[in-house]
């Protein structure tokens, strides 16, 4: 069975700093995706970045970089000059296999706060 | 923008009534679409799979008799939660992959905080 796991249930960060937020995955099925949401206080989940398991290259959306390491089967978040409107619940999901029709599962996210 | 919508975004009902929730995708069809709830500082739970022109799939624990879905047409998806109680205020979310961009990004719409007093 799929499985995401968030370590950091909680992070503080100072404004302008770069955050590395931690997530790990398990799975059997050779192909999948990783996913990063980011769910401020309103509550909408907003995409950030995603990376397929048969990318070569990290992927990278503005100040979101995503650390695949697929050996140890992680798929950190990192976030680069970290600003005030950053601080929310960040959530790592993944899908097995890359139809629209299959399910994520997600982890159970960190709160990030950035301080000013 | 946006590219799920849904409605409507709070919602405030009595006990033993029934409320409906609207997810539509916008500007591309979406044979599946997924529901989730999450409770206050929890994560989000799969609720069932909508699947357009067929049953819905349910995950392990949630009573489908309580949790109508119909997606009776490839933009639109309903969740109706059947003579709601106090247990079932939650925030309730959906979610549709998109093909436009080669990916099958799952995006989700703004969600709907029910309350049931």
């Known amino acids: 069975a799929q499985k995401i796991t968030q370590t950091q249930p909680g992070m503080f960060v100072q404004e302008k700093e770069a955050v590395t937020l931690d997530c790990t995955y398990d799975?059997?099925?050779?192909?999948?995706?990783l996913f990063w949401y980011k769910q401020p206080s309103s509550g909408e989940m907003i995409f950030l970045i995603y990376?397929?398991?048969?990318?070569?290259q990290n992927a990278t959306e503005g100040r979101y970089s995503l650390n695949f390491q697929k050996a140890r089967k992680s798929a950190n978040l990192v976030i680069s000059a970290s600003q005030l409107g950053d601080s929310a619940m960040y959530f790592c999901?993944?899908?097995?296999?890359?139809?629209?029709?299959?399910?994520?599962?997600f982890g159970s996210g960190t709160r990030l706060s950035i301080r000013p | 923008g946006a590219v799920v919508s849904q409605h409507p975004s709070r919602v405030i009902c009595k006990s033993g009534t029934s409320v409906k929730i609207e997810c539509r995708s916008l500007?591309?069809?979406?044979?599946?679409m997924f529901w989730y709830r999450q409770f206050p500082k929890k994560s989000l739970m799969l609720m069932a799979t909508?699947?357009?022109?067929?049953?819905?799939?349910?995950e392990q624990g949630v009573e489908k008799d309580k949790f109508l879905i119909n997606h009776a047409s490839l933009t639109l998806s309903t969740l109706t939660v059947t003579s709601a109680h106090p247990e079932d205020s939650s925030f309730y979310i959906c979610?549709?992959?998109?093909?436009?961009?080669?990916?099958?990004?799952?995006?989700f719409g703004a969600g709907t905080r029910l309350s049931v007093l």
């Open positions: 979610s549709a992959a998109t093909p436009l961009d080669g990916k099958n990004i799952q995006y």
């Open positions: 799975t059997s099925d050779p192909s999948y995706g």
């Open positions: 990376q397929g398991s048969y990318d070569q």
């Open positions: 999901a993944m899908r097995e296999g890359g139809s629209s029709a299959s399910k994520i599962i």
């Open positions: 500007d591309f069809q979406a044979t599946t």
């Open positions: 909508s699947n357009e022109g067929s049953k819905a799939t349910y």
